[in-house]
């Protein structure tokens, strides 16, 4: 819990903070169809996005977060399109209580990532020869206390 002055608890210093460097890991976009994937469909293609975030330390005080998106237009001989992006950030995390890193980390860094993640995204499908696939915002905190529960609260953080 921050004191009234935004300090940490007994060490007189102000939690913080920094984006070290952004990314791209690794991108893949396939468009198996095409050409014929590129022209009028007769109804508009199912969706599916899948969302993943990881973090692991580096150093006393650096984390790497990585933001898994991952998704595709289209199911089986119709698919459309497919896209992978792995985008990540190197965060460097001072005077943060203990309890306080896992949630920063899977919270707070892929909130700072997403924008940037989704603008690749949306381009990459753009490129394909398709409209802009722009992903809606994603609440991490859901997904945090899911992930939580799933591994009966203690999200990894490697």
Do not use: W
């Amino acid at each position: 819990m921050a004191e009234g002055n935004g300090t940490a608890p007994g060490t007189g210093a102000a939690p913080q903070l920094n984006v070290l460097v952004q990314y791209i890991k690794d991108l893949s976009f396939e468009n198996p169809n095409a050409p014929q994937s590129l022209g009028p469909q007769e109804k508009a293609p199912n969706i599916n996005i899948q969302v993943n975030v990881n973090a692991r330390q580096l150093s006393e005080t650096d984390y790497e977060v990585s933001l898994a998106l991952e998704g595709s237009a289209g199911e089986g001989a119709e698919t459309l399109f497919k896209f992978e992006l792995n985008y990540c950030g190197v965060f460097r995390l001072q005077n943060i209580p203990a309890n306080d890193i896992a949630p920063v980390l899977l919270i707070e860094c892929p909130r700072l990532l997403f924008p940037f993640g989704r603008q690749i995204v949306g381009d990459a499908v753009r490129n394909g020869g398709f409209p802009p696939l722009f992903i809606d915002p994603i609440d991490f905190h859901a997904l945090y206390v899911q992930r939580a529960a799933a591994s009966q609260g203690n999200p990894a953080i490697a």
